[in-house]
């Protein structure tokens, strides 16, 4: 198995770190597997950065202010010296144990995700949760396990080819997620644990559910804008038809300048989304 860098975003984590920290430890030595550990503390105002630093052999890197979730875990994948980047949270929630078995897949996979099994999701997030994992499968063109889980092993060199669209904040891993599929990189998905987390949740659901529905629409017009432009330039054009039907029917006469406008609105984004294709396209050659 490859040597991996384990990079652990941090922010307020006084409550799980040091549990995490003393786990991680223990499963990466009785493996006998390479690593090093990364914390990136992303300017916590409590004990997490001291509770680092008693650890041996961790490495602990600061942010001055918090910068989000993303932005830290883009400075410890710079601050990483091995090709393989493992992500694990700081509050518990995922297994440490599941890191090797991440790391055993790494011969033929680019990415390996851990698809969390037993995450009690608040039923009031359920349709928001549902919403956006179709919606992510509908314009990666496949099915996803688990869109956004936070513990994950990639290539080091693949994730730095995306870092300019890599946002700052939690929806980072959804980027990625989205990133190595659209690109046809090979992703694997394993079920792992999730548990309760120890400290309080930083998510916020309304706010950050629209974040990601625009995250992700924004991050396919990257990858595949056909995806999103043509179904909207369809839907004009079919409402232009039926504009054009009703008025026939109903007045006698087509409402020519609504009909007309509909229709060239749909011919123009439909025009915008081919050449936006093509770019894309010649961008990867």
């Given at each position: 198995m490859p040597p991996v860098s384990i990079v652990i975003p941090a922010?307020?984590?006084?409550?799980?770190?040091?549990?995490?920290?003393?786990?991680?430890?223990?499963?990466?030595?009785?493996?006998?597997?390479?690593?090093e550990i990364i914390v990136v503390d992303d300017g916590s105002t409590d004990a997490t950065a001291e509770l680092v630093r008693q650890q041996q052999g961790v490495r602990l890197v600061q942010h001055h202010s918090n910068r989000g979730y993303g932005a830290a875990i883009k400075t410890g994948i710079r601050q990483?010296?091995?090709?393989?980047?493992?992500?694990?949270?700081?509050d518990g929630t995922y297994?440490?144990?599941?890191?090797?078995?991440?790391?055993?897949?790494?011969?033929?996979?680019?990415?390996?995700?851990?698809?969390?099994t037993g995450a009690d999701v608040p039923l009031v997030r359920r349709p928001a949760k549902w919403f956006i994992a179709r919606l992510a499968e509908y314009l990666a063109e496949t099915s996803i396990p688990d869109l956004n889980s936070g513990?994950?092993?990639?290539?080091?060199?693949?994730?730095?080819?995306?870092?300019?669209?890599?946002?700052?904040?939690?929806?980072?891993?959804?980027?990625?997620?989205?990133?190595?599929l659209s690109d046809h990189?090979?992703?694997?998905?394993?079920?792992?644990?999730?548990?309760?987390?120890?400290?309080?949740?930083?998510?916020?659901?309304?706010?950050?559910?629209?974040?990601?529905?625009?995250?992700?629409?924004?991050?396919?017009?990257?990858?595949?804008?056909?995806?999103?432009?043509?179904?909207?330039?369809?839907?004009?054009?079919?409402?232009?038809?039926?504009?054009?039907?009703?008025?026939?029917?109903?007045?006698?006469r087509v409402m020519d300048i609504t009909v007309v406008t509909l229709t060239m609105a749909?011919?123009?984004?439909?025009?915008?989304?081919?050449?936006?294709d093509m770019i894309q396209k010649k961008s990867k050659v």
């Amino acid at each position: 198995m490859p040597p991996v860098s384990i990079v652990i975003p941090a922010f307020n984590e006084e409550k799980g770190i040091g549990n995490t920290l003393t786990q991680l430890n223990r499963v990466m030595n009785q493996q006998n597997l390479p690593y090093e550990i990364i914390v990136v503390d992303d300017g916590s105002t409590d004990a997490t950065a001291e509770l680092v630093r008693q650890q041996q052999g961790v490495r602990l890197v600061q942010h001055h202010s918090n910068r989000g979730y993303g932005a830290a875990i883009k400075t410890g994948i710079r601050q990483a010296n091995h090709d393989w980047i493992a992500i694990i949270d700081a509050d518990g929630t995922y297994p440490p144990s599941a890191i090797p078995v991440l790391v055993e897949e790494s011969d033929e996979y680019d990415m390996v995700i851990g698809a969390r099994t037993g995450a009690d999701v608040p039923l009031v997030r359920r349709p928001a949760k549902w919403f956006i994992a179709r919606l992510a499968e509908y314009l990666a063109e496949t099915s996803i396990p688990d869109l956004n889980s936070g513990l994950r092993i990639f290539r080091k060199d693949v994730a730095l080819s995306y870092f300019n669209i890599l946002p700052s904040r939690f929806s980072l891993t959804i980027t990625i997620t989205i990133a190595f599929l659209s690109d046809h990189f090979l992703v694997k998905f394993v079920p792992i644990q999730y548990h309760k987390r120890a400290g309080r949740s930083k998510i916020n659901p309304i706010q950050d559910t629209l974040s990601f529905v625009q995250l992700i629409l924004r991050t396919i017009m990257y990858f595949n804008p056909l995806k999103v432009l043509l179904p909207i330039s369809f839907l004009l054009l079919l409402l232009a038809v039926s504009v054009g039907v009703y008025s026939l029917l109903a007045q006698g006469r087509v409402m020519d300048i609504t009909v007309v406008t509909l229709t060239m609105a749909a011919l123009q984004i439909a025009v915008v989304a081919m050449i936006a294709d093509m770019i894309q396209k010649k961008s990867k050659v």
